[in-house]
């Protein structure tokens, strides 16, 4: 074998063709003197607004397809910015990871519920309404959700649409079936599939309704933020480590990626989170670059 492809292979990281997407230079518009800090989140919601997640002053920012900025919310009561997604009914989930809580605000910015312990003591793998250090959260189309918690306790867990425990996946940190070493995203697709970046065992694991594995995904790199395009039927991942982001089939194949290291626009430095529009436009969030970079498909 050749000597650089084995060396591609044993790091977990698949060869595969260049996806064909283009920068859109200067997408985000944002005011004079304002900036994005360390960038954790992005997300999409119905009408293709991009919600905006990060580590500085207005730490939720809402724009337009176009890049140009409708809301920000100076006073968000979180820590430090992780995960954020927008449920079906168009409400904005937060993850606050150093806060070890999720919270629900409607698109105006109302707080209206809250999971966790807000800043206080983090729960453990056998608690079931409060964790520690959660990074991602996804919903099923009745509003039921899933939270990945996340850098110390090692599991996903489901609650119902008004907030109501109801399973968990996983609770053993380690390496084997089931296990994970930070669940750092989870995302779900049309058949109610729960799929869990397991950052630091370079897997995805996929997991049936019911919380039974079923799939085991590596040579993806090291999963970070998931995307599922239902128009097509593949998983976007954000491989952080290796500064790309990469397409996969319902196979677990890669079928191809984009990215590399680099301050310049059009590459990455820890490339976290992502989401896609109804166009199949990726914007992608970076925490060391402070930045959302979208990217159009060439036709």
């Not at 970070?224 to 790309?244: H, P, Q, T, V």
């Amino acid at each position: 074998m050749n000597r650089l492809l084995f060396l591609i292979l044993s790091l977990g990281v698949a060869y595969a063709q260049t996806l064909p997407v283009q920068l859109v230079n200067d997408w985000a518009k944002l005011p004079p003197g304002v900036n994005f800090g360390e960038t954790s989140g992005v997300a999409v919601d119905k009408d293709d607004n991009v919600w905006v997640f990060h580590r500085g002053k207005s730490p939720v920012m809402k724009f337009d397809r176009t890049g140009k900025l409708l809301a920000s919310w100076p006073d968000v009561p979180i820590k430090s910015s992780h995960g954020i997604k927008i449920d079906p009914e168009g409400n904005v989930w937060t993850v606050d990871v150093v806060g070890h809580s999720v919270k629900k605000f409607s698109n105006t910015g109302k707080l209206l519920m809250q999971i966790g312990n807000a800043g206080g003591a983090p729960g453990t793998n056998s608690t079931k309404d409060s964790f520690n250090r959660p990074t991602g959260v996804a919903f099923l189309p009745n509003g039921d959700f899933f939270v990945s918690d996340g850098y110390e306790n090692s599991r996903v867990v489901k609650f119902s649409k008004d907030g109501e425990f109801m399973m968990q996946i996983g609770g053993v940190r380690g390496k084997g079936p089931g296990e994970f070493d930070i669940a750092h995203d989870v995302a779900l697709d049309e058949k109610g599939r729960i799929y869990v970046a397991d950052r630091e065992n370079y897997r995805v694991q996929i997991f049936d309704p019911a919380g039974k594995l079923v799939q085991t995904w590596d040579k993806i790199g090291s999963p970070w933020g998931l995307a599922y395009s239902e128009k097509d039927g593949m998983m976007f991942i954000c491989d952080g480590y290796n500064n790309r982001i990469v397409k996969v089939n319902r196979e677990g194949q890669v079928v191809g990626s984009y990215g590399k290291y680099g301050k310049i626009p059009g590459r990455f430095d820890f490339v976290h989170h992502m989401a896609i529009d109804s166009k199949g436009a990726i914007y992608a969030a970076e925490i060391k670059n402070w930045r959302v970079q979208k990217f159009a498909w060439q036709n």
